[in-house]
């Protein structure tokens, strides 16, 4: 038996998951009424933490932040049974992940930090990806019931705070990803240019295949044989901009791109690679 804190859509879903399974599920929520919708599925419900966590050997949580898993935690304890395990998908720091590994080990206790690249579909279908660093025997010992409930458990190695750090940055990317096309979509509109024409191009032509050698690139710390020279990158930029003021909309992260861009010129870069403003970030 297991419990689950923090019935959100995607705790909800993955609580689902498991029932289906055949695993019987405890679960809680802050607001009571999530967690008793689960009971149609076959959950037991509980309006005190302290009750939902009792008899659990494992505890899973997906939570808000660091302060409410803490928060959620504390009043947990004191139902936890002797050895218990707790799970924590949560989107942390990784010094709070850190941070809580310790503590817990030193009132008697496992915690894992194991957050997941998963929308609530992906929970309730066992599909994405989880990941986990830390103690190997621990991930070892857990990873046949990680593997259940996701399509793909990703293991970092022993650092401890690893697989936070890891979520951090795939998270940032998809923040930056998102806003990147929501500029895109804003220059397609201020040009007249459908968006079923903007995806049809995507179809036929697929940026994403170029981010290892990007990255690859970028790391190898060469800039001085350039395949688009900063200057022009630039050049292009202000069309951007300018294209955009035109058709009567803004454009959210390509300023401070430029503005980037302004900075390395300034600095004697203009004929280097443009990735050469990703210089700091690798050196």
């Known amino acids: 038996m297991v419990a689950f804190l923090g019935m959100g859509l995607l705790g909800s879903n993955f609580v689902r998951a498991m029932i289906t399974k055949g695993t019987q599920v405890q679960v809680w929520n802050r607001t009571a009424s999530k967690a008793t919708a689960l009971e149609?599925?076959?959950?037991?419900?509980?309006?005190?933490?302290?009750?939902?966590?009792?008899?659990?050997?494992?505890?899973?949580?997906?939570?808000?932040?660091?302060?409410?898993?803490?928060?959620?935690?504390?009043?947990?304890?004191?139902?936890?049974?002797?050895?218990?395990?707790?799970i924590d998908h949560t989107t942390t720091s990784a010094e709070g992940a850190i941070q809580r590994t310790r503590e817990w080990k030193e009132r008697g206790f496992t915690y894992l930090h194991a957050p997941v690249f998963m929308g609530p579909q992906n929970a309730l279908e066992s599909t994405g990806s989880m990941m986990v660093s830390g103690d190997q025997d621990l991930i070892s010992q857990l990873e046949p019931e990680l593997s259940e409930m996701t399509g793909q458990v990703i293991n970092f190695g022993a650092e401890t705070g690893k697989a936070a750090g890891m979520k951090l940055i795939g998270n940032l990317f998809l923040v930056t990803f998102t806003a990147g096309l929501a500029d895109t979509l804003s220059l397609a509109k201020a040009l007249n240019i459908p968006i079923g024409d903007v995806s049809a191009l995507f179809d036929s032509w697929n940026p994403g295949a170029m981010l290892p050698a990007r990255i690859k690139r970028m790391a190898g710390g060469h800039y001085n044989s350039p395949s688009w020279e900063l200057n022009m990158a630039r050049k292009d930029t202000q069309l951007f901009i300018a294209a955009a003021k035109q058709g009567g909309t803004t454009l959210a992260v390509i300023p401070a791109i430029a503005a980037e861009m302004d900075r390395w010129i300034a600095k004697g870069h203009g004929t280097d690679d443009w990735t050469v403003i990703g210089k700091d970030a690798v050196s």
Do not use: C, Q, W
Not at 51 to 69: E, N, P, S, Y
């Open 40 to 86: 149609t599925y076959g959950a037991i419900a509980f309006s005190n933490v302290t009750d939902a966590v009792k008899g659990a050997a494992r505890i899973h949580l997906t939570l808000k932040d660091d302060g409410t898993v803490n928060e959620v935690l504390e009043m947990a304890s004191a139902g936890f049974k002797p050895g218990a395990i707790i």
